[in-house]
């Protein structure tokens, strides 16, 4: 290639900024562009953001500033923003750090090699455009060089569901799903990569309703297609909302054996007093009474959470509410931050909870939840499950992968191969992983 300019993404946020960014080194593969990981090389850089929390957007603008010294020294570098603090502040990132040439929002970075045209010419694009033209249409074919043997895959994009705390409706947009074809595509084109385990993305990922042979599909139905694709071995999916738990995917936890028994199922609070004041649409006995249905179906799944602590009115009894549900369900993992105002949603209205008050309820959750997720890793000693080696370890010799429970296991015999799915005895449980040896 005469011009080989390079790029570097800095990815910020969730998996779905992750298959994002892909995509759009991918856009820009097409205009010339190879990646670096090193911003200091780079011909551009683009920083794919996320604006779920304060500390989220913060971070994105001390990181432009710590640019400055690379454009002094290369004023031809170009600057982008990128995902949802773009679409959230547009031409504001602008004003406040003038070194940005380029807004681009979450669902127009297909048109990204014609903003990179433009700020050759010198123009300084803005894009935060809700199109009506399919992004992922409007895509390359990705290279068909090797990657992992793990990929995620966005079925269903945006909400509609509106928590009073939540950014996602605004940056994301409404609802939309795309279509089972392209997906089913897209899924195969994988696994012929060498992908065996696929995770579907979705902000309200059960929520899928794309159009198939013969109507609309549900997340379930997607699910075993997907499920038949020869060389596919391992179906995740992630983000769900409790209340579009039908009883087909219900169903496919038990009858889909390619369907891993892990799951990220966000309650946010215990509270059904603060659940209503959160807009969720569910109480805590319905979020339990889907856990339940769930274990019936697979008792062995392992569950992961999201919760909020300290939204605007929260007592030290919806706390405690919070706490009684974390102790009935038993996470093996889950994720937990203290609220956060976002700008434009409608609990950013309300008066908070003092600092302090948050600060120490926030602590005494993480404990617990740390606590369940070490007792349900240290579960796992003495079990067989089955590994997809995905890279080497740390340690010499060391191959490291994912159990069917997204744990990370680490074992060291030359045997091992990435790509490769084997039973493994666990052994051992360490702080972050589990070791062990092919069983
Ligand atoms: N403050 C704190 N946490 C939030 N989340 C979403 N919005 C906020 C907010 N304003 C959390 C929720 C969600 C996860 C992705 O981030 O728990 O499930
Ligand atoms: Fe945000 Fe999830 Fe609620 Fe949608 S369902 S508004 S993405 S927290």
Same mark, same amino acid.
């Given at each position: 290639?005469?011009?080989?300019?390079?790029?570097?993404?800095?990815?910020?946020?969730?998996?779905?900024?992750?298959?994002?960014?892909?995509?759009?080194?991918?856009?820009?593969?097409?205009?010339?562009?190879?990646?670096?990981?090193?911003?200091?090389?780079?011909?551009?850089?683009?920083?794919?953001?996320?604006?779920?929390?304060?500390?989220?957007?913060?971070?994105?603008?001390?990181?432009?500033?710590?640019?400055?010294?690379?454009?002094?020294?290369?004023?031809?570098?170009?600057?982008?923003?990128?995902?949802?603090?773009?679409?959230?502040?547009?031409?504001?990132?602008?004003?406040?750090?003038?070194?940005?040439?380029?807004?681009?929002?979450?669902?127009?970075?297909?048109?990204?090699?014609?903003?990179?045209?433009?700020?050759?010419?010198?123009?300084?694009?803005?894009?935060?455009?809700?199109?009506?033209?399919?992004k992922f249409a409007h895509l390359p074919k990705p290279p068909r060089t090797g990657r992992g043997p793990t990929a995620f895959l966005t079925v269903q994009e945006g909400c509609?569901?509106?928590?009073?705390?939540?950014?996602?409706?605004?940056?994301?947009?409404?609802?939309?799903?795309?279509?089972?074809?392209?997906?089913?595509?897209?899924?195969?084109?994988?696994?012929?990569?060498?992908?065996?385990?696929?995770?579907?993305?979705?902000?309200?990922?059960?929520?899928?309703?794309?159009?198939?042979?013969?109507?609309?599909?549900?997340?379930?139905?997607?699910?075993?297609?997907? @499920? +038949?694709? *020869?060389? /596919?071995?391992?179906?995740? !999916?992630?983000?769900?909302? $409790?209340?579009?738990? #039908?009883? %087909?995917?219900?169903?496919?936890?038990?009858?889909?054996?390619?369907?891993?028994?892990?799951?990220?199922?966000?309650?946010?609070?215990?509270?059904?007093?603060?659940?209503?004041?959160?807009?969720?649409?569910?109480?805590?006995?319905?979020?339990?009474?889907?856990?339940?249905?769930?274990?019936? @179906? +697979?008792? *062995?799944? /392992?569950?992961?959470?999201? !919760?909020?602590?300290?939204? $605007?009115?929260?007592? #030290?009894? %919806?706390?405690?509410?919070?706490?009684?549900?974390?102790?009935?369900?038993?996470?093996?993992?889950?994720?937990?931050?203290?609220?956060?105002?976002?700008?434009?949603?409608?609990?950013?209205?309300?008066?908070?909870?003092?600092?302090?008050?948050?600060?120490?309820?926030?602590?005494?959750?993480?404990?617990?939840?740390?606590?369940?997720?070490?007792?349900?890793?240290?579960?796992?000693?003495?079990?067989?499950?089955?590994?997809?080696?995905?890279?080497?370890?740390?340690?010499?010799?060391?191959?490291?992968?994912?159990?069917?429970?997204?744990?990370?296991?680490?074992?060291?015999?030359?045997?091992?191969?990435?790509?490769?799915?084997?039973?493994?005895?666990?052994?051992?449980?360490?702080?972050?992983?589990?070791?062990?040896?092919?069983?």
């Amino acid at each position: 290639m005469a011009d080989a300019r390079k790029l570097f993404i800095k990815t910020y946020g969730c998996q779905m900024n992750v298959y994002d960014s892909e995509r759009m080194a991918e856009a820009l593969g097409a205009s010339g562009y190879t990646l670096t990981d090193q911003a200091e090389d780079a011909d551009m850089i683009l920083l794919n953001t996320c604006h779920i929390r304060e500390k989220a957007a913060e971070k994105v603008y001390s990181e432009l500033g710590r640019f400055k010294p690379l454009k002094a020294a290369n004023p031809d570098l170009k600057i982008g923003v990128a995902g949802c603090v773009a679409q959230a502040e547009g031409a504001e990132i602008m004003r406040r750090q003038p070194l940005v040439d380029l807004v681009v929002g979450p669902q127009t970075y297909h048109r990204l090699p014609a903003m990179e045209k433009a700020m050759r010419d010198g123009a300084r694009p803005v894009d935060t455009d809700f199109p009506e033209e399919d992004k992922f249409a409007h895509l390359p074919k990705p290279p068909r060089t090797g990657r992992g043997p793990t990929a995620f895959l966005t079925v269903q994009e945006g909400c509609d569901k509106f928590c009073a705390f939540c950014v996602v409706p605004y940056t994301r947009g409404a609802e939309v799903s795309r279509p089972v074809e392209r997906i089913l595509t897209e899924a195969r084109d994988l696994v012929e990569r060498g992908v065996r385990e696929i995770t579907l993305l979705g902000q309200n990922v059960n929520a899928y309703h794309g159009a198939g042979d013969g109507g609309t599909w549900s997340l379930a139905r997607l699910i075993r297609a997907l @499920a +038949r694709v *020869d060389g /596919l071995e391992r179906i995740r !999916f992630t983000t769900s909302h $409790p209340n579009d738990m #039908d009883d %087909d995917l219900i169903a496919a936890h038990g009858d889909e054996p390619k369907l891993m028994p892990y799951l990220h199922l966000p309650v946010q609070s215990g509270s059904d007093r603060i659940l209503k004041a959160m807009n969720r649409k569910h109480t805590a006995q319905s979020y339990l009474r889907v856990i339940e249905r769930l274990r019936d @179906a +697979r008792p *062995d799944l /392992l569950l992961s959470g999201d !919760f909020i602590v300290g939204f $605007p009115g929260e007592t #030290d009894q %919806d706390f405690e509410d919070t706490m009684a549900l974390v102790r009935q369900v038993g996470y093996g993992q889950a994720y937990s931050f203290k609220y956060s105002a976002r700008p434009g949603t409608p609990a950013a209205e309300r008066a908070g909870v003092p600092d302090d008050v948050a600060t120490d309820r926030l602590h005494r959750l993480q404990t617990l939840l740390t606590e369940q997720q070490r007792a349900a890793q240290n579960s796992m000693v003495g079990r067989d499950v089955h590994v997809l080696f995905e890279k080497p370890g740390r340690a010499a010799g060391q191959m490291t992968g994912k159990s069917e429970y997204l744990h990370a296991v680490h074992v060291a015999d030359p045997r091992v191969e990435k790509g490769q799915i084997a039973r493994v005895r666990i052994v051992e449980s360490n702080t972050n992983s589990l070791a062990g040896i092919l069983a």
